[in-house]
């Protein structure tokens, strides 16, 4: 599978989002990644559909909605219709997982499922036939700018392993604390989606530098 790259906007400059975005699309990112937080899931307050559509007037890259919320079940519709084109909901903290996730295949986005790095991957064993995508964190959500999780690349083998032998086109996307030191390992491990924030958006020579360093990180 080609890599994805999914910047996220929670490191860009807010004032500036618009040239954020567009800087990052020029550079040649894949999709754009909007975390959504409502302070109750995860200790932080973020965006809402008001920003998915907004993202979706600036850019014709795929939105890559990952919703840090309680009670998904009620907002899935609201953000796909805002715009997202990716949606993943986290196994934590959501009795009914399964049918959220069916609700989501059923709205014509790509389906995701969201562990956290607490979170044992045969947890998910259930559910990921239901899945385009599985998202592992790679640090505790709520947060950019946390230092990865060393451990991730564990996981992402436990996860490609579990993934082959029961749906073997799903992807895996790892978020947190990726940077041009772990992103070719993690890939090699079996990630093929990649979301980055600090890296990209707060690197020193800027966004479209960021990219670059990740890509060729790659080679």
């Known amino acids: ?3 994805i790259l999914s910047p996220s906007i929670l490191s860009a400059d807010f004032s500036r989002l618009g040239e954020e ?3 990052v699309e020029k550079a040649g990112v894949d999709w754009i990644h909007i975390d959504v ?6 200790p932080n307050m973020t965006m809402g559909p008001f920003i998915v559509e907004t993202c979706k007037r600036i850019t014709s890259l795929p939105l ?3 919703l840090m919320i ?10 796909a219709r805002a715009g997202a084109g990716c949606l ?10 399964h049918r959220t996730l069916q609700v989501v295949r059923s709205l014509g986005v790509k389906t995701g499922l969201v562990l956290n790095p607490g979170t044992p991957v045969e947890a998910s064993s259930a559910v990921v036939h ?16 946390q230092s990865f999780q060393p451990e991730t690349v564990k996981r992402v083998k436990q996860m490609r392993s579990l993934l082959d032998s029961i749906n073997p086109n799903a992807s895996i996307e790892v978020d947190g ?7 070719k390992e993690l890939n090699e491990a079996g990630a093929d989606i990649f979301v980055a924030a600090t890296s990209i958006f707060k690197h020193p020579l800027g966004a479209m530098e960021g990219v670059r360093a990740l890509r060729k990180a790659l080679d």
Request: zero cysteines.
């Open 1 to 3: 599978m080609s890599v």
């Open 21 to 23: 975005i567009r800087t």
């Open 37 to 42: 937080m409502d302070g109750h899931f995860v």
């Open 64 to 66: 890559d909605v990952h």
């Open 70 to 79: 309680d009670n998904a079940d009620k907002f899935v519709e609201i953000f």
């Open 88 to 97: 993943s909901v986290h196994l934590e903290g959501n009795p009914n997982i």
């Open 130 to 145: 239901l899945v385009d995508y599985v998202l592992l964190m790679s640090v505790n959500p709520g947060y950019s700018g």
């Open 177 to 183: 604390g990726v940077t041009a030191d772990n992103i």
